[in-house]
């Protein structure tokens, strides 16, 4: 197979009819796999996870750190033409998954706001089992506070 693609001629209008035919293909092809995954909650859960690893919806810098922001980019650059991939293939699945995501996120906020609430209640119950608002001795004076 890799021998095909060093005995190519471009100048050659047979040679080239079929690259672009094989090319046309391959998209379709892949354009079929991308619709099957995203036809899926967690083929489209499992792509939005890719394009934030890819900084999609973020952004690469990282300040003083150059080579890592170039790294990055690159991690981008994949993640931008798989997110161009998935729009053209299936765009209809592409906002679903986006309402999803955020759907997801809302859900998991309010689970964290909802443990911190319960985190700081069970903290005033510990405050309360110590013995720090227990009510006065019956007939203390406040006489031994010096």
């Not at 729009?87 to 955020?102: F, N, T, V």
Request: net charge negative; with cysteine; proline share 4%.
């Amino acid at each position: 197979m890799a021998s095909d693609h060093l005995s190519f001629d471009a100048g050659d209008p047979v040679a080239e009819n079929n690259a672009h035919r094989d090319e046309a293909r391959r998209e379709r092809e892949d354009a079929e796999t991308l619709r099957r995954l995203m036809g899926h909650r967690n083929g489209r859960a499992w792509l939005y996870r890719v394009l934030e690893r890819c900084h999609i919806y973020a952004s690469s810098f990282t300040p003083g750190e150059p080579e890592t922001t170039f790294f990055r980019m690159g991690e981008e650059n994949i993640g931008k033409q798989m997110m161009m991939a998935a729009m053209a293939a299936a765009p209809d699945l592409y906002m679903q998954m986006l309402a999803e995501a955020r759907r997801e996120d809302e859900r998991v906020a309010a689970v964290r706001a909802e443990e911190d609430k319960k985190r700081s209640d069970d903290n005033a119950v510990a405050v309360a089992m110590q013995g720090f608002d227990l009510p006065r001795p019956q007939g203390w004076t406040g006489d031994d506070d010096r």
